[in-house]
């Protein structure tokens, strides 16, 4: 039978699931700005994060230093070089994918899945490495019985500027008009003078340093080794199947629906945790039809996910049969039904 964990608990996750969230949201913003308005699912967007992950460890341990100025730099260095190396493989290689179909692009991205890991590999070896945190980022506060680590709060902030940034440079900014104009017809724009070309290695620029970026950030919390990419690759995707391919605001809210199912799912079903976050990516691509939006659907997405997994914790099967009625109740709304007949 499922007792409520107690209170501090509950915050505890739900602290380490919005950090988790905002890592996501990092990754996952620039992979769905790449769909937006280049059109092409980029499956070595994760190779990305770990090389910038892996030019963050070698400026920090070689060059810069682990202070509070050398780590820093070591992240801004890492996100800017991994921009470059973006520019440069959009320019040299994908352009040449645009016109061809799908398929066709998603295996030459997972070639450069597999180009970029043995370069990781020849450059940095197989062991797993980290990067200690700065002095100053290495300490916590308690806030209603819960620690909260000053490097998870960094992390948070980071996430929701980057959100505030996205949405004032494609709501507020002529540039902003450009890039939806291009997601919605490249042909109409580069006729009218815009030089497309340019517009697209800028854009996969963006998304690749917002890639080395989180791979930059990431160190001082998980160790970097060979296959880090190829993790990361599966819950981005799962990210921006349920955010909606091409939505930044869709990204942010289904890193923090993916973020707070996994932390509160081990707390709920500890067995299932790992498949708890494809259980919500399923439950989401079946509700979207009868939601108003994908925000709907990921609201009801979340309580009915975690209604499945009560079916599977023994004692626990009427709260999870009660969750999912109810929230199957307020996806369909019959009241509906019975407001047109008396009409």
Same mark, same amino acid.
Request: net charge positive; aromatic share 12%; glycine share 10%.
């Given at each position: 039978?499922?007792?409520?964990?107690?209170?501090?608990?509950?915050?505890?996750?739900?602290?380490?699931?919005?950090?988790?969230?905002?890592?996501?949201?990092?990754?996952?913003?620039?992979?769905?700005?790449?769909?937006?308005?280049?059109?092409?699912?980029?499956?070595?967007?994760?190779?990305?994060?770990?090389?910038?992950?892996?030019?963050?460890?070698?400026?920090?341990?070689?060059?810069?230093?682990?202070?509070?100025?050398?780590?820093?730099?070591?992240?801004?260095?890492?996100?800017?070089?991994?921009?470059?190396?973006?520019?440069?493989?959009?320019?040299?290689?994908?352009?040449?994918?645009?016109?061809?179909?799908?398929?066709?692009?998603?295996?030459?991205?997972?070639?450069?899945?597999?180009?970029?890991?043995?370069?990781?590999?020849?450059?940095?070896?197989?062991?797993?490495?980290?990067?200690?945190?700065?002095?100053?980022?290495?300490?916590?506060?308690?806030?209603?019985?819960?620690?909260?680590?000053?490097?998870?709060?960094?992390?948070?902030?980071?996430?929701?500027?980057?959100?505030?940034?996205?949405?004032?440079?494609?709501?507020?900014?002529?540039?902003?008009?450009?890039?939806?104009?291009?997601?919605?017809?490249?042909?109409?724009?580069?006729?009218?003078?815009?030089?497309?070309?340019?517009?697209?290695?800028?854009?996969?620029?963006?998304?690749?340093?917002?890639?080395?970026?989180?791979?930059?950030?990431?160190?001082?919390?998980?160790?970097?080794?060979?296959?880090?990419?190829?993790?990361?690759?599966?819950?981005?995707?799962?990210?921006?199947?349920?955010?909606g391919l091409g939505s930044v605001w869709g990204t942010l809210f289904g890193? +923090? &629906? /993916? $973020? *707070?199912? @996994?932390?509160? %799912?081990? !707390?709920?079903?500890?067995?299932?945790?790992? #498949?708890?976050?494809? =259980?919500?990516?399923?439950?989401?691509?079946?509700?979207?039809?009868?939601?108003?939006?994908?925000?709907?659907? +990921? &609201? /009801? $997405? *979340?309580? @009915?996910?975690? %209604?499945? !997994?009560?079916?599977?914790?023994?004692?626990? #099967?009427?709260?999870? =049969?009660?969750?999912?009625?109810?929230?199957?109740?307020?996806?369909?709304?019959?009241?509906?039904?019975?407001?047109? &007949?008396?009409?």
């Amino acid at each position: 039978m499922f007792q409520l964990p107690d209170l501090t608990l509950i915050l505890g996750q739900l602290r380490g699931g919005l950090t988790t969230a905002m890592f996501l949201f990092l990754i996952a913003s620039g992979l769905s700005l790449i769909f937006g308005v280049l059109k092409i699912i980029n499956f070595a967007h994760g190779s990305l994060y770990m090389i910038g992950a892996y030019i963050a460890w070698y400026f920090v341990h070689y060059l810069t230093g682990n202070s509070m100025l050398g780590f820093w730099s070591a992240v801004l260095i890492s996100a800017t070089l991994v921009a470059v190396l973006g520019g440069l493989v959009e320019r040299l290689l994908l352009r040449h994918m645009y016109k061809v179909d799908e398929l066709y692009q998603l295996l030459f991205t997972y070639a450069l899945v597999l180009v970029f890991s043995d370069a990781c590999k020849f450059l940095w070896g197989t062991q797993s490495v980290s990067v200690q945190r700065p002095d100053a980022l290495s300490g916590h506060f308690t806030a209603l019985d819960v620690r909260l680590p000053y490097y998870d709060l960094v992390i948070i902030v980071v996430g929701l500027l980057i959100a505030g940034g996205f949405w004032l440079l494609l709501n507020r900014t002529s540039f902003g008009r450009i890039i939806r104009a291009a997601a919605q017809d490249r042909e109409m724009l580069g006729a009218l003078g815009t030089n497309v070309s340019w517009l697209y290695t800028s854009m996969f620029m963006l998304a690749s340093g917002l890639a080395g970026l989180a791979g930059a950030l990431v160190t001082p919390i998980k160790g970097i080794a060979p296959g880090l990419d190829v993790d990361i690759i599966i819950e981005v995707f799962i990210v921006v199947v349920i955010g909606g391919l091409g939505s930044v605001w869709g990204t942010l809210f289904g890193s +923090l &629906a /993916y $973020g *707070v199912t @996994l932390a509160l %799912g081990i !707390l709920v079903q500890p067995r299932f945790s790992i #498949v708890a976050a494809f =259980i919500l990516m399923a439950v989401v691509l079946i509700i979207r039809p009868w939601c108003k939006s994908q925000y709907a659907a +990921l &609201a /009801y $997405g *979340v309580p @009915l996910t975690f %209604g499945v !997994l009560f079916l599977f914790l023994p004692g626990s #099967v009427p709260v999870g =049969i009660a969750i999912v009625l109810a929230v199957g109740v307020l996806i369909a709304q019959p009241w509906r039904f019975l407001g047109s &007949a008396r009409t």
